[in-house]
């Protein structure tokens, strides 16, 4: 059964660095064809896509945010890690990570809950 | 990047009655290799994540009910739900994935007239 857990601080200062970790279960992020994304969701706004990262360790990023985001993975500890610099209100919404369905499939099958992240002073 | 606009922002059916949401792309969605059109659907509930009902645009996901079907090709897309329940009244999504950035529509309420 696959389940995600993202986990992270809810309150954030603006300029701060936000680092929000997702705990993976019943799946390895290091089997072949296994893709993690985190998307975004502001209070009451639509869903935005952030960044993805491939069993192979393989990035993408949302280009409006790359310069913001990275994404990793600790294999030993099956969890993928988003940190985003330079944290500002606009940012606040709730931060989901997803499981890709598979190969040329960058569409999500299951969800985590989603933490809410405020960035407030 | 692919823009994805949804039509309308919100409707109001009545229970039993035909619920039909659109979904255009700015480009097309259409992958030649494997004859697919990228194209997933999502209801969200309140307080809750995203649930995949559609995927390939017109392929029903398990366990969803036979109510939701979805349908069109290249640019332009449906997500019809064929007699509306209560248990539908949502927010459904788009989303392309035929490249990354990955996008989404700006979403669609449902609820009951």
């Known amino acids: 059964q696959i389940t995600l857990k993202e986990s992270g601080p809810t309150l954030v200062e603006p300029t701060q660095t936000l680092t929000l970790t997702c705990t993976l279960s019943g799946f390895s992020i290091s089997t072949s064809g296994v893709a993690v994304a985190w998307i975004r969701q502001p209070p009451g706004k639509a869903l935005e896509w952030l960044a993805l990262i491939h069993w192979k360790g393989e990035e993408r990023y949302s280009p409006s945010l790359q310069s913001r985001l990275t994404i990793t993975k600790d294999s030993s500890k099956n969890q993928v890690v988003l940190t985003m610099t330079k944290m500002d209100p606009v940012d606040t919404a709730t931060y989901y990570c997803?499981?890709?369905?598979?190969?040329?499939?960058?569409?999500?099958?299951?969800w985590g809950q989603g933490t809410l992240v405020t960035v407030s002073s | 990047d692919i823009v994805m606009t949804q039509s309308p922002e919100s409707l109001a059916v009545s229970l039993g009655e035909r619920a039909t949401i659109n979904c255009k792309s700015s480009q097309s969605v259409f992958y030649s290799s494997n004859s697919e059109n990228c194209i997933a659907w999502y209801q969200q509930k309140p307080g809750q994540p995203p649930k995949l009902l559609i995927y390939?645009?017109?392929a029903r996901e398990s366990g969803v009910p036979d109510r939701f079907s979805g349908g069109g090709s290249g640019t332009d897309f449906t997500l019809t739900i064929s007699s509306l329940q209560a248990e539908d009244v949502a927010l459904y999504y788009c989303?392309?994935?035929?490249?990354?950035?990955?996008?989404f529509g700006g979403g669609t309420k449902v609820d009951i007239k």
């Open positions: 997803a499981h890709r369905r598979g190969h040329h499939a960058d569409y999500f099958d299951f």
């Open positions: 390939r645009a017109s």
């Open positions: 989303q392309q994935y035929l490249s990354t950035p990955l996008t």
